[in-house]
């Protein structure tokens, strides 16, 4: 299926679906919709980042979170989570959920659920989606968003805004431990 055709859930302000309608029908006409957003850390404590494939019909060549992507129809974010996480990264973990960000202009009118998980495991992109990705340090990451704000995705600058680094440090370091990674 082309993904343009891809079937989506409509949703309102409050996150309740309202109707369905194609990919391309969703985005031409700005309507809500809902995504999720993986963010990996490693045992350092270090976020993997994707850099968009070219080929991307939606914020090509920037950076973005580890994996991400639109919740099909019917499918609840978890499983839109780890779907993308595996179709993206060839990673398969266990996922905690910090927050949630409500739609607005920086996500494109999506619900974002935001996920985290600590693996060590080897990340094999699918470079039908991305050209390269990296694990960087969470204070390299913010240098880098004010540096050159123009090299990251909208919706990835509206979560790092969210991401306050010594809460997650602590979460990471709680994760970190549970695994014996």
């Not at 031409?28 to 850390?41: I, P």
């Not at 980042?49 to 994996?67: H, I, M, N, V, Y």
């Amino acid at each position: 299926m082309n993904v343009q055709n891809e079937i989506y859930d409509i949703v309102d302000d409050d996150d309740r679906v309202i109707g369905q309608a194609s990919r391309k029908h969703i985005h031409e006409n700005q309507l809500l919709h809902r995504s999720t957003h993986v963010l990996v850390f490693n045992s350092d404590k270090e976020l993997f980042l994707q850099k968009r494939a070219l080929c991307k019909d939606e914020s090509p060549g920037l950076w973005d979170t580890s994996s991400s992507g639109h919740v099909d129809a019917g499918e609840s974010y978890d499983a839109c989570a780890h779907r993308e996480l595996f179709e993206e990264l060839g990673l398969k973990a266990e996922l905690s959920i910090p927050f949630k960000i409500a739609a607005c202009h920086e996500t494109h009118g999506e619900h974002i659920q935001v996920y985290t998980c600590s693996t060590d495991d080897v990340v094999q992109i699918n470079l039908d989606e991305i050209s390269e990705g990296a694990f960087f340090d969470l204070p390299y990451i913010r240098k880098e968003i004010s540096l050159s704000p123009n090299s990251f995705t909208s919706s990835f600058k509206k979560l790092f805004e969210h991401l306050d680094a010594s809460d997650m440090y602590t979460s990471m370091n709680e994760m970190i431990t549970d695994k014996n990674l």
